[in-house]
């Protein structure tokens, strides 16, 4: 297990920068689970999640309880929904600091949120057939906190980034009831996968478009079709989860993403607690599991969390929210990762 | 930015130096990231929690100040300051901060009690390391004249406006207001 990627990444001549919006505009509450990508023209491009709550999460021995214990979402108390926004970022080329920025207006497409979880959550950065899309989880349609991904086309200008599109993708499976963590397939539109460990990748079909009445309003919706699902699964110790996009990688077809693992368990106090683990995953061209990384922890931290993953000029450049109150880009040389440990 | 860069260069060269922690707190904190800034700060607390308690003590107030400074976190505030007293007794800070959290919701009897067990434990009143707003012992007579006006203690009131005024080295807005009320109450030094 690495439990400080960051420290082997900067030991061997890469780069951490800390990816800021002016809290003027936040309140100084969290920014976290960042999704870097590659434009057409070279630009890098990253959606930052901004949450309304602070995380306050007691690390160690855990001494240090607040008033409802040591993992706790401080939302402000007039108004507990957990609630998150977007703002799409240019990264500078050389530093990767946020060069600009703009919030993703989403009001074309509201309806009243009726359920805890507000916004577009852990959304990820992509351009399909020239369009560019952002796509995340959101749950807060129905009254039972049902999560769909929802496929947004963004117009996005220097001025203003306006969310034109939203279409909720209904899963080929029916009657689940939290969908999330797809991970886009850069180089095949519309496809995402859907499990990792067994690998489902499932396609959107834009044609098979249908309309939901649910309380606050009408839904637009497509459907998805399973189109690959293997059988081969890596035995590991916990259920391997989507994390960054599904990018191509090297002369032969395979592809690598960034997944995740999470371990639950209960600290002294009894309260429910978790720590997240990360992997490089490579798929070779016909999506058979080619390789798969040791577990790793970004910062040393118990709560981080991967949604980004692009190439650029022969490094990784990886971005991710550390205890959902801070966000980073790591810029990694690709050669890199044959120091690292994997899986026999 | 070149600051920040550097202190969190030190945090992944050394994620659990507790002091390393601390500093990268402050750094996002004098950029307004109160959310990073707390989970740093919350880390030091942790790891300092039995090897040096004054450290701990100002980093865990330190996760109490990022949210005041966001503000609509009121109960939290409440509970992280009576945290800090639990955890240190002997130090004045928590004591005079839950007083202005009292006496903020014009809760004078409550705000007064927590001014007089401030100013009984002041003992303990080295400056601490990292700023959580903390002016000088003479906060605890200054809150208690404030809201022992509202509680039938007008005398001592009167009396301890009288001695403030005296203070010579004390934030200028203290020292306004003190004036202010030495004016307002026609009060005259004998």
Known sequence: MINNLAKIVLDNGGTITPLIIPSELTSGTGLCNVSVFIDDNGDILANIRHVHYTLYHAEFNQNFYCKWGVLSYLNPEDDIHL????????????????????????????????????????????????????????????????????????????????????????????????????????????????????????????????????????????????????????EGPLGIRGSSQVIPFGNEGNRICITHEVDFFHHPGGHKDAHYYHRFLIWDKDWNLKSISKQFKFMDAMIEFNTGLAIKNGNFIITYGFQDNAAYALKMSVSLLDKLEWEE | MKELQKQLHAYIQTPQDAYVNAKLGEEYEKIGQGAAAHSYFLRAAELLHDSDPKMAYNCFLKTWKQLNITTRRPDFEQGQLQAAIAYAPDRPEAYYHLSIWHSDR??????????????????????????????????????????????????????????????????????EIISENIRDFGLQYL
């Open chain 1, 83 to 234: 609630i998150t926004g977007n703002y799409l970022c240019k990264l500078n080329e050389d530093t990767l600091e946020v060069e600009s920025y703009q919030k993703v207006d989403t009001s074309k497409n509201d309806i009243t949120p009726i359920w805890d979880f507000h916004g577009l959550e852990d959304a990820r950065v992509m351009r399909w057939n020239g369009t560019f899309y952002i796509c995340g989880v959101r749950r807060d349609v129905k009254p039972n906190g049902e999560g769909r991904m929802e496929l947004c086309e963004v117009d996005w200008t220097k001025d203003h980034a306006i969310e034109l599109t939203r279409d909720r993708v209904e899963p080929p499976t029916k009657d689940t009831y939290l969908e999330k963590n797809w991970m886009p397939v850069m180089d095949m539109p519309f496809h995402f996968v859907r499990w990792s460990n067994p690998v489902e990748v499932v396609k959107i079909n834009l044609e098979d478009k249908s309309k939901e009445r649910v309380q606050q309003g009408i839904l637009n919706k497509l459907s998805s079709t399973t189109v690959i699902n293997k059988k081969e699964k890596f």
């Open chain 2, 106 to 175: 014009k809760e004078w009897m409550l705000s007064y009690m927590y001014a007089c067990l401030g100013k009984d434990n002041i003992k303990e009143n080295t400056p601490l390391t990292y700023d959580i707003g903390y002016p000088g012992d003479f906060v605890f007579d200054f809150q208690k004249a404030f809201t022992g006006w509202y509680i039938g203690k007008r005398d001592q009131s009167k009396s301890l406006f009288l001695e403030l005024g005296k203070l010579k080295d004390i934030p200028q807005n203290f020292k």
